[in-house]
């Protein structure tokens, strides 16, 4: 079996290393060659049996009382990430294929910031790639310096979704505007999660104004009346992206061409075994140093072609901050502001590899 090797390619430039590795987790303890548990408490590593494949899975668990190693507020958690010698070069090409499903205590409304699973590069605050699991949907997104992109999800429609987004990417960043969306998220959450009491405090008029079903006029003046530019349009599509955690990040601009393939959700991972496929390369081409081309990205799940992504991915390389081209680093876990519950990450047969021929094969569906 194949463990950590290292792979050499030529390139235009000259000679570009990554590192292969593969971790089918069948040993049912943590390899120290490949993953570094510096944000995980080891009683928080649990191997479920048997596995995607092998005979186990890694189960990473996080409780009510857990907090978290290295977080910067009241979060949980709970990480696995590669070690430095597996990083990549920042530019190459890297295949990342998994496994992972989720289960126990799974929020479908509620949740905020929950990231399990992402991919870090030089200079990044948040992960340039990340997959989260927000109000119960599973999604994608990529980062272009502080601004956020959805590429793709499990549930919903994905031409609405970068409709909204597109919408969102016409606004200014201030403070009138963060208000205004965070306002017209809560709205419309209250609204479809909890009936009840949209029923019973909100006058008929305002559900009526949100959603895709809106009249003009009435999505219109809830425009105004949060202090929203515009004819309204904002208002009724935001729905498509009312699931977002933080639904600031994605106000602004981002220089990110989504093409979704043939309209396919990502596979909901409570339901049983994903299998992840990521090509990843990543760029900018506003970078002081280093690689000044757009970066790439593909995504298939299941087998399936989910979504490529071109354009400026990651944080731009500033010559002030003179941060090593390493990178992205790969993590798997859990990452999230305080949830209650118990909740399972259960991760298996990682592959990392400078081609797609070079990733482990996996078994089939079981």
Known sequence: MRSIVLAVLTT????????????????????????????????????????????????????DGDKGLECED????AELRTTKKIWPSYGDEVWFSFSFKITGDVPSAGSARSVIGQWKGPGDSSPMIAQRFDNGVFHITVQDNNIRRVIAQAEGN?????????????????????????SLQSLDLINRNSPEVSNRFFSQHLAQSMGPDAKNSDAKALSQALGLPGDGNLVSQFRALAFVAE?????????????????????????????????????????????????????????QKIVSVRGNIGATMQKKDNFPLVGPYFKFGTYRLRIPGTFHFEFDEFSQSPTRAGLAQLCAAQ
Not at 36 to 63: H, M, N, W, Y
Not at 74 to 77: N, P
Not at 158 to 174: I, W
Request: aromatic residues 8%; hydrophobic residues 35%.
């Open 74 to 77: 009241d979060c949980q958690r």
């Open 247 to 303: 639904p600031e990040k994605y106000i602004g601009r981002a220089n990110i061409e989504i093409v979704p393939a043939s309209n396919r959700p990502l596979p909901d991972p409570r339901k049983g075994w994903v299998d992840m496929i990521y090509r990843v390369k990543p760029g900018r081409t506003d970078n002081q140093y280093g690689l000044r081309q757009p970066g790439e990205i593909d995504v298939w799940a299941n087998g």
């Open 158 to 182: 994905p031409d609405a979704l970068l409709s909204a987004q597109s919408l969102l990417g016409k606004l200014e960043f201030n403070d009138r505007n963060v208000n205004a969306i965070k």
């Open 12 to 63: 235009f430039g000259g000679v570009a290393c990554t590192a292969s590795m593969d971790d089918h987790f069948d040993g049912s303890k943590v390899d120290a060659s490949k993953w570094t548990t510096q944000q995980v408490l080891s009683r928080q590593i649990e191997f479920t049996k048997p596995g995607r494949c092998g005979s186990a899975a890694i189960d990473i668990v996080t409780t």
